[in-house]
């Protein structure tokens, strides 16, 4: 089933690649009055950069999943931490946190070329490094804040929750979903920079 999915989404990424680059030297007719050929050709070459790093995003997810699944990974970080904190819901939070943290941090390589080179190169970066890992230690605090009592919460149910404690957390899950729609527009996007112009 992975490698269906990894191989339909490169398929799906390629057929776009190839149809962008056939269309890249005409602007489209309901469009031909207001966009000028070199802007059609930036937003296509931009495209198609997102695209092919697409690619490598999609092998580089594939082997992270891979590495905390069937070789083990995810394993041996719950054991590592059972030796060093013991067997309770503490272990089974720091698990998640440590799961998310090392999660981010293979990501990063991806995001930091995205935005210093990708985007830069295409003029639509406005984001300094400091003002970059500025963001990336907001985000990871608002995550920790609005994430770990949801963790809690969803595992306290697992526990005592019942035969029905996923119908429970489904509804926690869709409460939850709800607040953050509430509060991101006035209290947690303002917390952030913007860092990129767009096409």
Do not use: C
Request: proline share 3%; charged share 10%.
């Amino acid at each position: 089933l992975l490698l269906i999915n990894v191989l339909l989404k490169l398929w799906l990424a390629n057929r776009q690649i190839r149809h962008v680059a056939l269309h890249r030297e005409q602007v489209p007719a309901d469009f031909a009055q207001t966009i000028s050929l070199p802007t059609h050709q930036k937003a296509a070459d931009y495209t198609l950069a997102k695209l092919r790093l697409g690619h490598w995003d999609l092998a580089l997810d594939t082997l992270v999943l891979l590495g905390w699944t069937l070789m083990g990974g995810l394993s041996l970080l719950d054991n590592w931490l059972i030796g060093l904190v013991g067997v309770g819901m503490h272990q089974q939070l720091l698990l998640v946190s440590a799961f998310m943290l090392v999660s981010g941090l293979l990501n990063l390589p991806v995001s930091y070329y995205q935005t210093f080179h990708l985007e830069q190169q295409f003029g639509f970066n406005n984001m300094t490094v400091g003002l970059w890992i500025s963001d990336l230690v907001k985000s990871t605090l608002v995550g920790a804040v609005l994430g770990l009592p949801l963790v809690w919460a969803v595992l306290q149910l697992m526990q005592s929750g019942g035969s029905l404690w996923w119908l429970l957390a489904w509804a926690l899950l869709v409460a939850y979903q709800l607040f953050v729609m509430w509060i991101a527009p006035n209290f947690i996007m303002p917390l952030f920079k913007i860092g990129r112009a767009h096409v």
